[in-house]
């Protein structure tokens, strides 16, 4: 079973969309949670931080539903620079991150 | 700072040869990890290391090495290449506490043929 698992699109938005991606995770005892962005062929840059009561960064919202081993990501008014592919992480006590497979996402004019 | 540099950026290997792809970071960081990324997919953990001399295996180990014998230093081996091995491959580090951002390098992609 994987760690982690996402439904990995394509999400093709216009802009000014809302889009939600989701992503539940297998283990239990995972202790940190994260949204990553991967732009083509680059390395994944940390998006933002996922928190049990929930988090806010400009137009990007994420859940965290721990009974349901369940993560979130909300995004606001997409723009076209907002495509790329998101990448669900969760950390455990040992220091092991684990990604998902990534949604994709492009934003259309 | 130059933060996390990863050799070489692209490399070519015959089944069967053998190479090191280096990871260097410049952050006095404890924490270094190894991720391959195939074609589509997600990260996968390789190989980490929770500081100088202490490595251990993560989800895809078989097929590689490592070793952490300084805090900058967390080289990839590889030493019988095989088709499979052809991914992109992803150097992180972070610090012991504070902040759990990964820090990653460029990335090497490496073809075998």
């Known amino acids: 079973r994987k760690e982690v698992e996402q439904d990995p699109g394509p999400f093709n938005v216009p802009e000014g969309a809302t889009v939600a991606f989701n992503c539940t995770y297998s283990?239990?005892?995972?202790?940190?949670f994260f949204w990553y962005r991967q732009d083509c062929r680059k390395e994944p840059k940390l998006l933002m931080s996922v928190y049990s009561s929930g988090n806010e960064d400009g137009r990007f919202t994420a859940q965290l539903n721990r009974a349901s081993q369940y993560i979130s990501l909300l995004i606001r008014d997409s723009k076209l620079s907002d495509s790329a592919t998101y990448l669900c992480v969760a950390a455990n006590t040992g220091n092991q991150f684990y990604f998902g497979t990534g949604t994709s996402l492009t934003v259309i004019p | 700072n130059a933060g996390v540099t990863q050799t070489p950026k692209f490399r070519i290997l015959k089944i069967g040869q053998s190479m090191t792809l280096q990871c260097t970071q410049d952050?006095?960081?404890?924490?270094m990890y190894w991720y391959r990324q195939d074609p589509g997919m997600g990260l996968k953990l390789i190989y980490y290391?929770?500081?100088?001399?202490?490595?251990d295996k993560g989800e895809v180990p078989n097929g590689y090495n490592v070793s952490r014998s300084t805090t900058e230093d967390f080289p990839l081996r590889l030493e019988l290449a095989a088709p499979s091995q052809t991914s992109v491959y992803f150097c992180a580090s972070r610090p012991v506490r504070g902040n759990e951002k990964l820090f990653f390098g460029s990335g090497t992609q490496l073809s075998v043929l």
């Open positions: 283990n239990s005892a995972s202790q940190s």
């Open positions: 290391s929770v500081g100088a001399g202490i490595t």
């Open positions: 952050m006095n960081h404890n924490y």
